[in-house]
């Protein structure tokens, strides 16, 4: 039997990788989560967004995400500034932000963790790894397990 999820806020991806997107939204829909899955491309954007500026100045088209994974290296604004910038802001700070990575550097990971984040995931190279990070991710979401003792399996 499928487990209800706990909430029914968006989870929102931060990366500028377009294959990257779509392979995330084909494994989210593949495990059936019912989430939204919202995009956005760049730290920049994802500041907007949470927001809701310009683009996303309705609130009915940029609803509050309840988890958001946050790609490390994008234009404009890289993933650790935009993390520095969320958990300074107390009215975003309670947000669980998990970092993806096309590397796993301790000093990333380091870096992320000190900033707020709560794991470090270094991106699958495969549909069927994004498939595992997708279960893995709702399985702590949904049972609101700490995100780094399942982050560090996954950053092998």
Known sequence: ??????TTDPVLIADDDTDDCLIAMEAWEECGHGNDLRFVQDGLELMDYLYQRQRFADASTAPRPGLILLDLSMPKKNGLET???IKSDLSLREIPTLILSTSNTPKEASEAYSLGACGFI???GTFHGYLNMMRDVREA???MKDFS????????
């Open 1 to 6: 039997m499928r487990q209800r999820p706990r």
């Open 83 to 85: 993390l520095a910038e």
């Open 122 to 124: 270094t991106k699958p």
């Open 141 to 143: 979401w949904l049972d």
């Open 149 to 156: 003792s399942f982050a560090s399996s996954l950053s092998r």
